[in-house]
Structures are given as C-alpha cells and as structure tokens.
C-alpha cells in the first residue's frame, strides 16, 4: 500500500475541514483587530455566539446523537452541570470544566454499561 494511499484520509481532512475554517478564523482576527470589545456590534456577536453554544449543548444533551444516545440522560445532565460549576470554580476556565464534565460522562456511561 502506498503513502499516499494510507494518509488519503488525513489530507482530506486537512483540506476539506482544517483550512477553510483557519482561513476564516485568520482573517476575522484581523478584521476584529481594531474593534472596540464594548461596542455594541461585539456585545451583540458574543450574544450570538453564546447563544448558538448553547443551541449545540442543549442538542447534544437532549437529542444525543450515536453512541452518546446510550447514555443516560441524568448522566448527561450531571456532565454538564458539574462542568459549569467546575468552570465557576476554577476562575472560569474552559478547560477544566470540559475536562470535569467529561470525567463525569465517562463514569457515568461506564457505570451504567453504556
């Protein structure tokens, strides 16, 4: 089997889903460059942004898709809930409420033989 052949998949990716979206990314950090964050353009872009957050979390949460489907939905709210809280206590950080909430969704689908 050639090289190219076995990384195939992997320069699809690269192509397909990682360079479109960090040319987009790339150029609104430089177009937001000189924004100001309070003007009432960004409080309403980060209103958005929060709100389609929210939209995905809620869709994941109560219509899981795949094999997130066979856990259950208590084991799934607790994942969350303990993951916000654990980003309030931790001085707001993303990382360690993901890293909490995804502890919990392991342990919770392993103890319930999901």
Request: hydrophobic share 65%; proline share 4%; glycine share 10%.
């Amino acid at each position: 089997m050639s090289t190219i052949g076995t990384m195939s998949p992997y320069l699809v990716l690269l192509l397909v889903g990682f360079l479109p979206n960090e040319i987009w990314r790339i150029l609104g950090v430089v177009v937001a460059h000189g924004i100001d964050e309070s003007s009432e353009v960004m409080v309403w872009l980060r209103a958005v942004a929060t709100g389609v957050l929210a939209g995905v979390i809620a869709k994941l949460i109560f219509a899981a898709p795949g094999t997130l489907a066979d856990v259950p939905l208590s084991v799934r709210l607790a994942a969350m809930a303990l993951g916000f809280v654990t980003f309030l206590a931790v001085r707001r950080s993303i990382f360690a409420g993901v890293l909490a909430g995804e502890a919990v969704l392991i342990i919770g689908a392993v103890a319930a033989g999901a």
